[in-house]
């Protein structure tokens, strides 16, 4: 089944998305760019409130793809209790010295899930080498939010492709991106462990307060179809039993 991540700014924000349903609290600024950081405070504050009841992801802001500047970061964010840290893995950067320097940090057990960008010609190689280096996780998000949503850059069978190859190399998965109500049903049909959410939860722009009912919208919109889909493999699993029955039964009368 899919999970809800919901992006939040700063501890007000947290009520609404608990009392919601959301899976996974992820702690970001979206006012400082699509990876944009929380200070450590924030962090610190929200990890404490949510005192376990569901698990925290944190971003490191869009930072240069650095080796050190990226490891240092993730040690500082790790250090303050979140279960993930997600790391955005930007065009142009070296990503095998970036994802061997990390390596180092996900052996000192922090879970570090790399982001990619669907608006910006993303990779999918990137996956064998952070799967090398002990990542968690793999994501695909947008980096621009004002060039559409994660859809409109990638088509369908990209995005299968882009969780088929995640999760042969044992990597966890979400799609995120400016996505709506309306990307809900397609991309939880195609299996990702998360769906991630921050506009489409906010009364206005995606720098705006979080709205209760728009989040309960989105749990609402994932839980159906996560069934629907569950439904429709119980169906297809029915009906091939069904259709490999006549051949027992033939083999048996013979």
């Known amino acids: 089944m899919t999970r809800l991540l919901a992006s939040i700014a700063n501890l007000d ?3 609404p998305v ?5 899976d996974l609290i992820d702690v970001k600024n979206p006012a400082k760019g699509a990876l944009g950081a929380a200070p450590i405070t924030t962090i610190r504050a929200i990890v404490a ?7 925290v992801s944190a971003t490191l802001g869009d930072l240069p793809m650095k080796p050190a500047i990226l490891a240092e ?9 979140v279960d993930f840290v997600k790391i955005g893995f930007f065009p142009g950067g070296d990503y095998a010295a970036c994802a061997a320097t990390l390596e180092s940090v996900a052996t000192e057990g922090a879970r570090l899930v790399a982001v990619l960008f669907a608006d910006r010609s993303p990779e999918f190689g990137i996956l064998d080498l952070i799967a090398e280096a002990g990542f968690a996780g793999a994501m695909l998000d947008t980096a621009d939010k004002t060039r559409g949503a994660l859809p409109d850059h990638l088509s369908v069978q990209r995005l299968t492709d882009f969780i088929a190859q995640a999760r042969q190399l044992g990597l966890m998965t979400g799609l995120a991106g ?3 109500l309306e990307h809900i ?3 939880a049909a195609l299996g990702p ?3 991630g959410f921050r506009g489409a939860l906010c009364t206005g722009e995606r720098t705006d307060r979080i709205d209760p009912y728009r989040v309960s919208a989105v749990r609402q919109a994932l839980d159906a179809a996560s069934n629907a889909t569950a439904a429709a493999g119980a169906a297809i699993a029915a009906a091939s ?14």
């Open 178 to 180: 400016s996505l709506r």
């Open 49 to 55: 409130a949510v005192g376990g009841r569901r698990q």
């Open 185 to 187: 049903a397609s991309l």
């Open 193 to 195: 462990d998360y769906l």
């Open 241 to 254: 039993r069904n259709s490999s029955e006549p051949s027992r039964v033939s083999a048996r009368s013979r």
């Open 13 to 15: 924000e947290l009520p």
């Open 73 to 81: 970061a993730a040690r500082r964010t790790t250090s303050e209790g």
């Open 18 to 22: 608990l009392a919601g349903g959301a």
